[in-house]
């Protein structure tokens, strides 16, 4: 059913469609949906399972209930910059059926931390909200010119830590101008720790900071974000975004793939480089980081070799765009 209602549509009308009928708490299927519980502590948090939604689809907090109510453990929003942004210009969202991969350049299109924040705190104060594991997602305002941006990441940290259970400072999306040139070290340093200090010094408490990062870093850069995030004492990295990469592997018509132009793709096609990145991180860390695992996850199996080779928590969303709302409950259940 999902597919027939949504494979014909614009891919973004068909995302909007969907996320109103969760929002709306009304299931796009009838499927009655299992709620796992596998509870893990992470960062001192308990997650209920091991499985939640990747930063992307609930860009602005509006869905969370719902979205967890198909069985995700918790649910990433964002990314979220400091001023409100339209993103780019449409078409912007790109399927490639054939991998079931998706090429999108949203260019981090949301309501601004402000409204977010309001919208966050309006949802804590409801038993549905209280208790959620809600992780937010931070980045960089494209108009804020590069040696603004340490101060337009605090000023995002400033107003949505107070709602988050973690933080997560984005800085490895392809579609902000300049945005990825923030992972090399001496860039990096100054915004996490800038950002960390105000994680620290949230009002009720300190809340828990992680970095998400690129898969096509060279292994070089990913051995020097993790040594930095150690020296700084982060909480963990997330690992990883989409790529920029085109590989000769995928399997839709290259004349589609061009037509879908520059963007980051997501899917099974990047699981690999992600699982790469991974074990390269927990070898480099050892215990004292969490790990984030996100990038290609589209199984159960894929979600318990992710488990296997390090990761604390899994996240999906490409996934979940193909296999429709009752996806969240199954791949949640492979982590008990």
């Not at 907090?61 to 918790?74: E, I, K, Q, T, Y």
């Not at 995002?156 to 973690?166: E, G, K």
Request: no cysteine.
């Amino acid at each position: 059913m999902f597919d027939v209602v949504f494979r014909s549509m614009d891919p973004e009308k068909a995302h909007e469609r969907g996320f109103l009928a969760i929002r709306a708490g009304r299931p796009v299927t009838r499927h009655a949906f299992a709620q796992t519980r596998a509870p893990r502590t992470v960062m001192g948090i308990e997650f209920p399972n091991g499985f939640g939604l990747a930063a992307g689809f609930d860009k602005n907090a509006r869905s969370v209930p719902g979205l967890l109510a198909l069985g995700f453990g918790h649910v990433e929003i964002g990314t979220v910059t400091a001023r409100a942004q339209p993103g780019n210009p449409r078409p912007r969202l790109f399927r490639l059926v054939d991998d079931r991969a998706i090429v999108n350049r949203m260019g981090f299109n949301n309501d601004g931390a402000a409204e977010v924040a309001a919208r966050l705190h309006r949802l804590r104060r409801t038993a549905a909200g209280r208790d959620a594991v809600i992780g937010v997602n931070i980045g960089k305002t494209k108009l804020v010119e590069p040696a603004d941006a340490v101060a337009d990441y605090v000023e995002s940290a400033r107003l949505l830590a107070p709602f988050a259970s973690y933080l997560v400072v984005n800085v490895s999306s392809p579609n902000t101008p300049g945005l990825r040139d923030l992972q090399a070290v001496d860039e990096l340093r100054p915004l996490l720790a800038a950002v960390k200090d105000v994680a620290d010094r949230t009002p009720g408490g300190r809340v828990p900071l992680l970095v998400k990062i690129a898969p096509d870093l060279a292994d070089a850069d990913v051995d020097a974000v993790a040594d930095l995030a150690l020296e700084l004492g982060l909480d963990g990295i997330s690992a990883t975004n989409t790529t920029i990469a085109r590989p000769a592997s995928l399997l839709t018509e290259r004349s589609v793939v061009d037509a879908a132009g520059a963007g980051g793709l997501s899917g099974p096609v990047l699981a690999e480089r992600a699982t790469e990145v991974l074990v390269r991180l927990r070898q480099r860390v050892g215990d004292g980081l969490a790990i984030i695992a996100v990038g290609g996850v589209t199984t159960p199996d894929d979600v318990r070799a992710r488990l296997a080779a390090g990761a604390d928590l899994v996240q999906g969303y490409t996934g979940f765009v193909y296999e429709g709302p009752a996806w969240p409950s199954r791949l949640a259940a492979a982590t008990a």
